[in-house]
């Protein structure tokens, strides 16, 4: 796969043919880490102002500044749209901090994870260890593999399942696909909720629209969730939603006042909002 950054004069900066004629950048003080795995370039850099940093294929997957708010956002909205998660799936998300996220939810009693790239996880546990912390949880079973294959042979297992995976270019590719909706579908119990990355409603409109025929016609209720956040894209990336049964829209049970205080975007109100979208973006989705 294609490296999509460059260094220059201490600068990273990111490009990529999925949001063309663009680019970000971030001033960086050390490269911590630069290794090929098996799938794909890691790097981890020290930025100046951004804390650690994580890239796949140049790509950035995280920055320690704002990674809270994606990582909170793509587990509580699913999981308090659920009146009582108790087994959970998450499929990517190597750096754990889905996992760190997921943890919070006492109800929760197993947590399958499967993420294709085993080095994602060991430099997380080696360089970011405020989302590698997530690992530490005595419920969670780490597999190692390809999510779509392993979702594929499971059945009515789950009441929830996350997958944070990376951008549909490179091994995330198979995750953005019909075959694999229908058999996250399938893997759900009868009132189960999905949640998947579901990139930006400005720069990737294919693919937002893709997704949500896909969710619409697969799940009894649908919907997109907008989520701000500096470091990727265009500032903003959404979770595309998909049920059986529970409502999307709001939290099914309350936030306890402990957990409330431990989380810095996620809250009751912020779950609400996060689905009312600008005007575009609401006639773009009805319309499908
Ligand atoms: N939050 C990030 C974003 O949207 O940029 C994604 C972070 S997370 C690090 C993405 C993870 O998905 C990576 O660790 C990658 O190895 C994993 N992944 C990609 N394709 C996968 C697949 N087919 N099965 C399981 N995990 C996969």
């Not at 197993?110 to 080095?119: G, L, Y």
């Given at each position: 796969?294609?490296?999509?950054h460059?260094?220059?004069?201490?600068?990273?900066?990111?490009?990529?043919?999925?949001?063309?004629?663009?680019?970000?950048?971030?001033?960086?003080e050390?490269?911590?880490?630069?290794?090929?795995?098996?799938?794909?370039?890691?790097?981890?850099?020290?930025?100046?102002?951004?804390?650690?940093?994580?890239?796949?294929?140049?790509?950035?997957?995280?920055?320690?500044?704002?990674?809270?708010?994606?990582?909170?956002?793509?587990?509580?909205?699913?999981?308090f749209?659920?009146?009582?998660?108790?087994?959970?799936?998450v499929?990517?998300?190597?750096?754990?901090?889905?996992?760190?996220?997921?943890?919070?939810?006492?109800?929760?009693?197993?947590?399958?994870?499967?993420?294709?790239?085993?080095?994602?996880?060991k430099?997380?546990?080696?360089?970011?260890?405020?989302?590698?912390?997530?690992?530490?949880?005595?419920?969670?079973?780490?597999?190692?593999?390809?999510?779509?294959?392993?979702?594929?042979?499971?059945?009515s297992?789950y009441?929830?399942?996350?997958?944070?995976?990376?951008?549909?270019?490179?091994?995330g590719?198979?995750?953005?696909?019909?075959?694999?909706?229908?058999?996250?579908k399938?893997?759900?119990?009868?009132?189960?909720?999905?949640?998947?990355?579901?990139?930006?409603?400005?720069?990737?409109?294919?693919?937002?629209?893709?997704?949500?025929?896909?969710?619409?016609?697969?799940f009894?209720?649908?919907?997109y969730?907008?989520?701000?956040?500096?470091t990727y894209?265009?500032?903003?990336?959404?979770?595309?939603?998909?049920?059986?049964?529970?409502?999307?829209?709001?939290?099914?049970?309350?936030?306890?006042?402990?957990?409330?205080?431990?989380?810095?975007?996620?809250?009751?109100?912020?779950?609400?909002?996060?689905?009312?979208?600008?005007?575009?973006?609401?006639?773009?989705?009805?319309?499908?």
């Amino acid at each position: 796969m294609e490296n999509h950054h460059q260094i220059k004069d201490g600068w990273f900066f990111e490009t990529c043919p999925m949001w063309p004629g663009m680019g970000f950048s971030l001033q960086i003080e050390q490269v911590l880490y630069s290794k090929r795995s098996k799938f794909q370039q890691i790097d981890v850099y020290q930025t100046r102002n951004h804390g650690k940093m994580l890239a796949l294929d140049g790509i950035i997957q995280l920055t320690e500044f704002d990674e809270f708010a994606y990582q909170e956002m793509l587990a509580h909205v699913p999981l308090f749209a659920h009146p009582c998660p108790k087994t959970v799936l998450v499929i990517g998300g190597g750096d754990g901090g889905i996992l760190r996220e997921v943890c919070r939810h006492d109800c929760v009693t197993d947590i399958d994870f499967c993420e294709i790239d085993e080095d994602v996880i060991k430099v997380s546990k080696q360089f970011l260890p405020s989302l590698a912390c997530g690992f530490d949880d005595p419920r969670i079973k780490v597999h190692i593999g390809d999510g779509c294959a392993f979702v594929l042979e499971k059945k009515s297992r789950y009441d929830v399942i996350i997958v944070d995976s990376s951008d549909p270019i490179g091994p995330g590719d198979v995750l953005f696909k019909k075959p694999f909706y229908k058999g996250l579908k399938a893997a759900l119990k009868p009132d189960g909720i999905v949640a998947t990355q579901g990139e930006s409603i400005f720069l990737h409109q294919e693919w937002v629209i893709r997704l949500a025929k896909i969710t619409k016609e697969l799940f009894i209720k649908q919907g997109y969730s907008c989520i701000m956040i500096p470091t990727y894209p265009g500032g903003n990336i959404g979770i595309c939603l998909g049920s059986l049964g529970p409502e999307l829209t709001k939290p099914a049970r309350p936030v306890s006042d402990g957990v409330q205080d431990r989380l810095k975007y996620y809250s009751p109100g912020i779950h609400e909002a996060s689905f009312i979208l600008p005007h575009f973006a609401k006639k773009m989705l009805r319309d499908i």
